[in-house]
């Protein structure tokens, strides 16, 4: 039961380009979406997130777009950094904070230097 | 930065023995989590836990599984009688109104043998 799909296992990006990295969800009654991102032997670190309400949040180099009609999201990364190279995890929750998220696979970026 | 605190980082045990497994959560949270991930998959939410007692729980987390917070500040989760597939990363996090996401732990590395 693959609620939350990444369905690129991994993304290799030059520095200084753009990263986008994609997320699909089944679910509709999802209201509240992260992006995680996990470095080896280290849990995962909250990036981003969006509410249902809006279809875009950004912060700093990091926008995530939210298209619920298709009930995709995207993390873009711009510019890319090699310090950005790790496992992203998009989650999905039924409404902000308290509920539990719903994981995808993950999407493994590699920035090159 | 406030954090969660995990103890051990990693933790070997024989199959059929019990292991507790220890998180310090950040100190004015209030919603508390347990999630795993086995080698290569996806994160797995395992348990949520609030008011001293447990608001949601999925299928993994059976009679084997329990959790505690025996004072103001551990939280706790217990398997009673591990078995192989118990190996993964468990991973606590916590979550305090305000914040956009939960804050994790780095993990502890559960290896049965």
């Known amino acids: 039961d693959q609620q939350v799909k990444q369905n690129s296992p991994s993304l290799s990006v030059q520095e200084g380009r753009i990263s986008i990295l994609n997320c699909d969800y089944t679910?509709?009654?999802?209201?509240?979406f992260l992006w995680y991102k996990k470095y080896p032997a280290e849990g995962p670190t909250f990036l981003i997130s969006?509410?249902?309400?809006?279809d875009k949040n950004e912060d700093g180099r990091f926008t995530v777009f939210l298209n619920k009609s298709a009930k995709h999201l995207s993390l873009h990364i711009v510019p890319s950094q090699p310090g950005d190279s790790a496992v992203y995890f998009c989650?999905?929750?039924?409404?902000?904070?308290?509920?539990?998220?719903?994981f995808g696979t993950g999407t493994r970026l590699k920035v090159l230097a | 930065e406030p954090e969660v605190t995990q103890t051990p980082s990693h933790q070997v045990t024989q199959m059929g023995q019990e292991v507790i497994l220890r998180c310090v959560p950040i100190s004015n949270h209030l919603y508390f989590y347990w999630y795993r991930q086995i080698l290569g998959q996806k994160v797995e939410f395992l348990v949520s836990f609030y008011n001293n007692e447990i608001s949601e729980k999925s299928e993994i987390f059976d009679d084997q599984f329990s959790v505690e917070r025996p004072d103001g500040s551990n939280f706790t989760l217990k398997i009673r009688s591990t078995k192989l597939e118990d190996s993964a990363m468990y991973f606590c996090a916590s979550y305090g109104f305000g914040g956009y996401g939960y804050t994790f732990g780095s993990g502890t590395r559960l290896t049965v043998v």
């Open positions: 679910n509709s009654m999802f209201d509240y």
């Open positions: 989650a999905a929750s039924k409404t902000s904070g308290t509920y539990k998220y719903i």
């Open positions: 969006i509410s249902s309400i809006k």
